[in-house]
């Protein structure tokens, strides 16, 4: 069933189009990652499917329906994302931060309500926080505070789930334990996942699809043995990579061997030149 | 309770409030015992309440009593103001002065004061249209798609320079008059009365009610416009809701009182290290704080250089600003 249609969408932003007539769709209960080199509109892309950004043309559809005729309430109870980096933290407890993921669903004048305690309960659990419901932002670490802030949209209890560059500033284990938490929340209760990932491991090991984009439009799309080939990695993002099978896991496994080294070198300077001109 | 900050602590809260009423009320007591007669506190209690008719009840009716409550609902409404403010804007130094309040109250009444002395009953509606204008202006010219809390503080700064250069020529042109117009600048509680009372005191039940109905908003709106967003709250209609209630409490106390310094500033910060960033206490306490500091600042300066009566804004300037430095000092460590 498809959860999410783009159609022929356009996006600009400081007068700049990002997103160039961009068709794709996602289908409910699978993994999505988007991948694609930097500035080629990926987070814009993931903003705009959030309602954050308004397309200048075409429809994101959301079940069907044009986003933009969802009030952001309602919005907020079908999709939660959670932002790349964070900025100033509040000087607030887990449990607080929390319980603001019940946000789109309480009744103006809310009381204590039963359900939302428990449901913020279930979501530091599913998250493995529990223990630092008391504590406050400030004095978590990195990987903590990463899985408080999936805590919080995972509270908003959303069918869809927007992530943008969840394992950043994180380290190898701390990454992983993030990806296998996706992979968990996905599998057990069913959540549809579109995520921004730079790892391109990551994203073939997670990922039921994965989409390349490039220059604002998608390159490729399909399952990771179909997408992630050195081809693909080297005419999007210009580097020599050579992709081959784990023998025990049979993931996909991408090594990076240096930048793509071609006749037409200065070629691709001029390339990119004209891209980000 | 959801979005509680301190589960478990709710009776620190209680405590807290119980402790901040208890200080505005001693600051009402204060208010009225301190003058150029003593008054002891059951002679106050009979003259208020058990109706007895001494010499002294028409001071303590028609002076002092409604003096120390214009100077508690001023402080309430600045105070309020400036948490509104600081919430909004998610700027610790965020205070009605920033949104032009000051300014255009300012100018407008020194126009009032210098060039139409004669119609200085218009001193207060003056000032009040003046400052609602300005903040509006403010709000206009910071906004495009949405009103971004760094452009509405550097178009505040801007503006606000602008009217005072207004202000200041004013001055130099008509020295021989600038009198009444540097009381009013400078703000002061002098001569206050039942009138300023009722001038105040629906602004301060409307701006309360108003604010606490948005607190939890302000409180998802203090994690970042992007998380706000994505929890579905809309930012812009809170923002210019929030900013609005800010500028009509901030134009309709310095209206009455004129400009007064810092209590939009340094209370909601000092209320903010005392019981946290729960927007839910943080407001209703700044309000009583900046009641109880506003009353004992009059009071203060009432006495301090008896029986000459300092402007008060003069004593919230003083005292305010070193301790800002001190909080200032504090938060770098």
């Known amino acids: 069933m498809t959860l999410l249609a783009l159609e022929n969408v356009t996006v600009k932003y400081h007068r700049r189009t990002v997103i160039d007539g961009l068709n794709w769709q996602a289908d409910a209960g699978k993994i999505y990652s988007i991948i694609g080199p930097n500035g080629c509109g990926k987070s814009t892309l993931l903003r705009t499917i959030a309602g954050h950004l308004k397309p200048e043309r075409g429809t994101v559809r959301l079940d069907g329906r044009p986003i933009g005729s969802y009030s952001r309430r309602r919005l907020a109870q079908h999709l939660a994302m959670l932002q790349q980096s964070q900025e100033r933290l509040p000087e607030i407890t887990v449990r607080t931060l929390v319980g603001y993921g019940r946000f789109p669903h309480q009744p103006l004048w809310r009381g204590k309500r039963k359900e939302d305690e428990d449901i913020v309960e279930w979501a530091m659990a599913q998250t493995g926080v529990g223990h630092l419901a008391d504590r406050r932002l400030s004095a978590l670490s990195g990987g903590e505070r990463q899985r408080v802030w999936f805590a919080m949209a995972l509270a908003q209890k959303t069918r869809l789930l927007l992530l943008d560059e969840p394992t950043t500033y994180l380290d190898m284990s701390r990454q992983w334990e993030i990806m296998e938490l996706i992979a968990e929340l996905n599998r057990r209760h069913g959540i549809t996942i579109v995520m921004v990932l730079h790892d391109i491991n990551h994203a073939a090991a997670c990922s039921d699809e994965i989409m390349v984009m490039r220059a604002g439009a998608v390159y490729a799309g399909g399952a990771p043995e179909r997408v992630i080939t050195a081809q693909t990695l080297g005419e999007v993002f210009g580097v020599d990579a050579r992709v081959d099978r784990d023998a025990e896991t049979g993931r996909l496994n991408c090594v990076i061997r240096g930048l793509r080294e071609t006749a037409d070198g200065p070629d691709r300077v001029f390339n990119l030149r004209e891209r980000t001109g | ?333």
């Open chain 2, 1 to 333: 309770m959801i979005g509680n900050p301190a589960r478990g602590s709710v009776p620190g809260y209680g405590l807290a409030m119980a402790a901040l009423t208890a200080a505005a009320l001693l600051g009402v007591a204060f208010g009225i015992c301190t003058g150029a007669v003593r008054i002891s506190l059951p002679e106050i209690w009979m003259y208020l309440f058990q109706g007895y008719d001494g010499p002294m009840r028409e001071v303590v009716w028609n002076i002092r009593l409604p003096r120390t409550l214009v100077g508690a609902l001023v402080g309430a409404n600045l105070a309020l103001s400036g948490a509104l403010l600081q919430a909004v804007m998610r700027n610790p130094l965020a205070d009605p002065h920033l949104i032009g309040v000051s300014s255009g109250a300012g100018l407008f009444g020194v126009i009032v004061l210098i060039l139409f002395p004669q119609m200085w009953l218009m001193l207060t509606p003056a000032a009040f249209l003046g400052a609602c204008g300005a903040a509006l202006l403010i709000y206009a010219l910071a906004w495009r798609d949405g009103v971004q809390p760094v452009r509405l503080i550097l178009a505040g700064v801007a503006v606000s320079s602008f009217l005072g250069s207004g202000i200041s020529a004013l001055l130099i042109f008509f020295s021989d008059r600038v009198d009444g117009a540097l009381a009013f600048l400078v703000g002061g509680l002098s001569a206050k009365s039942w009138p300023e009372l009722v001038t105040i005191l629906p602004y301060s039940v409307a701006g309360m009610l108003a604010a606490l109905c948005g607190s939890s908003h302000l409180n998802v709106l203090a994690l970042g416009d992007a998380n706000a967003r994505g929890l579905g709250l809309p930012i812009e209609a809170v923002r210019f809701l929030m900013t609005a209630v800010a500028a009509l409490l901030a134009a309709s106390a310095v209206s009455v009182a004129g400009l007064l310094g810092f209590v939009g500033l340094i209370v909601p910060h000092m209320v903010r290290l005392l019981i946290g960033g729960d927007y839910r206490v943080l407001l209703p306490a700044s309000a009583l704080t900046g009641a109880a500091v506003m009353m004992f600042c009059d009071t203060l300066a009432r006495m301090m250089f008896a029986p000459v009566e300092l402007p008060v804004g003069i004593v919230t300037g003083a005292l305010g600003a070193p301790f800002f430095l001190y909080l200032l000092r504090r938060e770098a460590k």
